[in-house]
T-cell receptor, first 112, second 109 residues
Framework: IAGITQAPTSQILAAGRRMTLRCTQDMRHNAMYWYRQDLGLGLRLIHYSNTAGTTGKGEVPDGYSVSRANTDDFPLTLASAVPSQTSVYFC???????????FGPGTRLTVL | GQNIDQPTEMTATEGAIVQINCTYQTSGFNGLFWYQQHAGEAPTFLSYNVLDGLEEKGRFSSFLSRSKGYSYLLLKELQMKDSASYLCAVRDSNYQLIWGAGTKLIIKP
């Protein structure tokens, strides 16, 4: 692994189903982030974690949850998917909140 | 509210110079970032400004005026591979990044 990986690359999901998007980084970065990117809008922060064991809510947290049990992994869970959660999801990390963020390749999620 | 404004789309010619502007209104300011994003790919870091003035990095330069809430990204000697979206982001008082919608730059031969 080099950098940040995300899985799956893409997914089509029925509304009401539960889904976990995975994110793993091998840079030993303290901070990790989940964003969604929709056409015509800027990246919007869903949840973040400044260090392992802590998480916080971003701009659009409703319908999503996260956990940060260790430094490397930061999964994002949709408890009951809805069509408005159709988006491209990016995971990012930085060695501190003061430095630039590095992005994973993204997960394209379609909720029908 | 917090707001980042960038032009939606710009077109330029290979070999030329283009300036992409970004204006912002945020709750606090702790730096401004520019990222490049090719279609279907992840954003990648280009530049960071926290003090007023010009930061130069090869063919790319970024300028910041905090008093005017304004930044620009200057791309020189444009190449076809520079066709991408350019994202402006401001770090606010909570150290969270507020992102503009991005400027799609089209390079023509």
């Amino acid at each position: 692994i080099a950098g940040i990986t995300q899985a799956p690359t893409s997914q089509i999901l029925a509304a009401g189903r539960r889904m976990t998007l995975r994110c793993t980084q091998d840079m030993r970065h303290n901070a990790m982030y989940w964003y969604r990117q929709d056409l015509g809008l800027g990246l919007r922060l869903i949840h973040y974690s400044n260090t392992a064991g802590t998480t916080g809510k971003g701009e659009v947290p409703d319908g999503y949850s996260v956990s940060r049990a260790n430094t490397d992994d930061f999964p994002l869970t949709l408890a009951s998917a809805v069509p408005s959660q159709t988006s491209v999801y990016f995971c990012a990390s930085s060695d501190s909140v003061e430095n630039e963020q590095f992005f994973g390749p993204g997960t394209r999620l379609t909720v029908l | 509210g917090q707001n980042i404004d960038q032009p939606t789309e710009m077109t330029a010619t290979e070999g030329a110079i283009v300036q992409i502007n970004c204006t912002y209104q945020t709750s606090g300011f702790n730096g401004l970032f520019w990222y490049q994003q090719h279609a279907g790919e992840a954003p990648t870091f280009l530049s960071y400004n926290v003090l007023d003035g010009l930061e130069e990095k090869g063919r790319f330069s970024s300028f910041l005026s905090r008093s005017k809430g304004y930044s620009y990204l200057l791309l020189k000697e444009l190449q076809m591979k520079d066709s991408a979206s350019y994202l402006c982001a401001v770090r606010d008082s909570n150290y969270q990044l507020i992102w503009g919608a991005g400027t799609k730059l089209i390079i023509k031969p």
